[in-house]
C-alpha cells in the first residue's frame, strides 16, 4: 500500500515536471542564444540533482490496521545509531527499576514505624486484635473532644 502511495506521488511530481518543462520551452523559443544554452545547463544540472535525490531513501511511515511505525528506509543502522535508539529504553528500566527500590525501602520504613509504635505501646498486640478494642478507641475519642 504504501509502494503504492510512493509510486502514485512520483507519478504526480514528473507530470508536474513535464508540464513546467513545457511551460518553459515555449517562452524559451524566442531568448538568445547564450540564455538558452545556460538554461539548458540548468536543466541538465536540475535533472542530475534529481536522480541523486531519488536514489537517497527517505523515512517513511508504514501503517498496518491501527498500528503505524516510522522507517529509515534500506539503509543500515550505524553503531551510533542503535546506541542513540536503545538509550531511552535503559532509561526508561533504570528509572522503573529505581521507583521500585524507593517504594520498596517507604514500604519497609512505614512498617518498621508501626511495629515500633505497638512494642513500645502501653497496651499489649493481642489486644489489637480483640473486637471491643475499635469501640474503646471511638469512645476514648468521643471524650476526648
Do not use: C
Not at 540548468?42 to 498500528?67: P, Q, Y
Not at 516510522?70 to 542503535?82: I, K
Not at 527500590?101 to 517507604?106: G, I, R
Not at 502501653?122 to 469512645?139: H, I, K, R
Amino acid at each position: 500500500m504504501t509502494n503504492s502511495l510512493q509510486h502514485q506521488a512520483e507519478i504526480l511530481q514528473d507530470r508536474f515536471g513535464l508540464k513546467v518543462a513545457a511551460r518553459l520551452s515555449e517562452g524559451a523559443a524566442g531568448l538568445p542564444h547564450d540564455i538558452s544554452e545556460r538554461l539548458r545547463a540548468s536543466r541538465v544540472r536540475a535533472l542530475a540533482h534529481r536522480k541523486i535525490a531519488r536514489t537517497r531513501t527517505a523515512a517513511t511511515v508504514v501503517s498496518s490496521g491501527a498500528a503505524a511505525a516510522l522507517t529509515f528506509g534500506d539503509e543500515g543502522l550505524s553503531l551510533w545509531s542503535r546506541i542513540a535508539s536503545a538509550l531511552p529504553l535503559i532509561a526508561l528500566v533504570a528509572g522503573l527499576i529505581v521507583i521500585n527500590v524507593v517504594q520498596n525501602n517507604s514500604r519497609a520504613l512505614e512498617v518498621a514505624e508501626v511495629d515500633v509504635a505497638l512494642l513500645t505501646d502501653d497496651l499489649p498486640p493481642a489486644a489489637y486484635m480483640d473486637p471491643g478494642f475499635l469501640q474503646f478507641l471511638n469512645s476514648s475519642k468521643d471524650t476526648a473532644q
